[in-house]
Each structure stands twice: as C-alpha cells, then as structure tokens.
C-alpha cells in the first residue's frame, strides 16, 4: 500500500466500500465457519485476532453437532492418513492463497475435535473438499450447499410484489423488511 502513488486513494475506497458492504458477512459466525471449510481459503483471509476465534467457533460446532449424533464413539476418530499428510509439509511452494502464518494453538491429547481442526488448519496438502475428514466434511457440507429449491424464495418474492401498492409506494426500505417478514412469522413455531 505504501507504494501506491497515484492509484492509492482508489484503492483506500474500494477497500472501504468492500468493508461496509461485506462487514456483516465477514462477523456471522457461520459466514466463518464456512470460509474455513473451504480447503483453498482456511484462515489465510481473517485478521490475526480473528484466527484463534474464528477456529474455536468451528470446533464449539462440531462438538455440539457430534453430541448431537447417535454415534458419538466412531464419527471423531481421526485416520492415521491425516497425519500422514500433515507429516509429508506442502508440495507447493507457489499457491498463491498460501500467506504463510499459522495459528497458534494448545493441544489437548485427548480432545479429537481439537486435534482434529488443528490438524485441517497446518494442512496444505488438503485441497478439495473431497480431502476432508468425515466430521469436516459434514460440516462443509451443511455450511456450503445451497437451499435446493427456489419455492421459498419465490414465496418471499410473490409476497413482495403483493406489498407493493400504491398507498405502500413510498414506504422505506426498512419498513418494507418488517411488513414482509410478519406475512411470514406464522409459519415459524416463535413461542
């Protein structure tokens, strides 16, 4: 950035604009949980700080969802070829998204779910999802597979259209929000 002479306020606001745009995605924790699953992106794109939270989020998850399953005993164990990849270091020395800094961490030997996204996180030679281990595979899975019909969002939007009338035409982006999500609380179970 310190290079930058005649291109840098240029960037300062794109960098700006990308912040307020995105700020709300880059702090849901389940917008982190799922860039972290993504083998190609990990952690290289958090802040510092960001890493070490970021990282016990994933593993609050898989613990709650492993008490969640009913076989508890199998679904954490970790195959020995995780640690022989993690042994073997990275064939790549040019990956353009590999930035280098790893996140500091304690190991607890008996806590898998532990060992287990720590080992995923110093892995380089994990590159596709298909790579993953079962647990972190089920994770990517729930975090990063889109809704598989459009009904619901054609529901939203066929309700949308009937909001928009002439006495509601000058209604704020705000209000509109609220007056659609109402129509639609009915079909949650809130109380």
Same mark, same amino acid.
């Given at each position: ?54 990282? &016990?989020? #994933?593993? +609050?998850?898989?613990? =709650? ?7 508890? @005993?199998?679904? $954490?164990? %970790? ?34 779910? &532990?060992? #287990?996204? +720590?080992?995923?996180? =110093? ?7 298909? @790579?993953?281990? $079962?647990? %972190? ?55």
């Amino acid at each position: 950035m310190k290079n930058l002479k005649f291109c840098q306020p240029l960037v300062l606001s794109l960098k700006k604009g990308l912040a307020k745009r995105f700020q709300r995605y880059m702090t849901c924790e389940n917008c982190q949980i799922s860039a972290v699953l993504i083998p190609k992106f990990i952690l290289n794109w958090a802040k510092p700080l960001d890493k070490v939270i970021i990282r &016990q989020g #994933l593993i +609050d998850y898989l613990i =709650s969802d492993n008490e969640k399953d009913d076989n508890t @005993d199998n679904s $954490l164990s %970790l195959p020995m070829s995780i640690f022989r990849l993690l042994e073997l270091g990275s064939d790549s020395e040019d990956d353009f998204l590999q930035f280098g800094d790893t996140v500091e961490t304690d190991y607890f030997p008996n806590n898998n779910v &532990q060992m #287990l996204v +720590d080992t995923y996180l =110093s892995n380089t030679l994990i590159k596709t999802p298909n @790579d993953l281990p $079962l647990p %972190l595979k089920k994770a990517y899975i729930r975090f990063n597979t889109a809704i598989p019909s459009s009904a619901p969002v054609e529901r939203l939007f066929t309700a949308g259209g009937q909001l928009m009338e002439k006495r509601k035409a000058k209604m704020a982006d705000k209000n509109f929000e609220m007056t659609l999500l109402q129509k639609y609380y009915k079909y949650f179970n809130i109380m």
